[in-house]
């Protein structure tokens, strides 16, 4: 298996943030904010099966996504 397939919320650094595009726009959620969304434990390949993370503008979950520096978010 492939080891990016393993990775979690709780495996992104204080200063990483998950940067997550959608139909309309492309959001950026912070670690903090994605560990009170979805969980610890939730696998970062797997993150737009959570309904949470969907957009609430177009309705649409997010496609594939990267990790960005924190600073981004703000």
Do not use: N
């Not at 959620?29 to 993370?53: C, N, P, Q, S, W």
């Amino acid at each position: 298996m492939d080891p990016a397939f393993t990775y979690t919320v709780a495996d992104l650094a204080p200063d990483e943030a998950l940067q997550l595009p959608c139909a309309c726009r492309t959001r950026i959620f912070t670690r903090a904010e994605l560990l009170a969304l979805v969980g610890a434990d939730a696998r970062l390949h797997l993150i737009g099966l959570h309904r949470e993370v969907w957009c609430r503008d177009c309705g649409e979950p997010p496609m594939a996504g990267r990790v960005v520096p924190a600073a981004l978010s703000r």
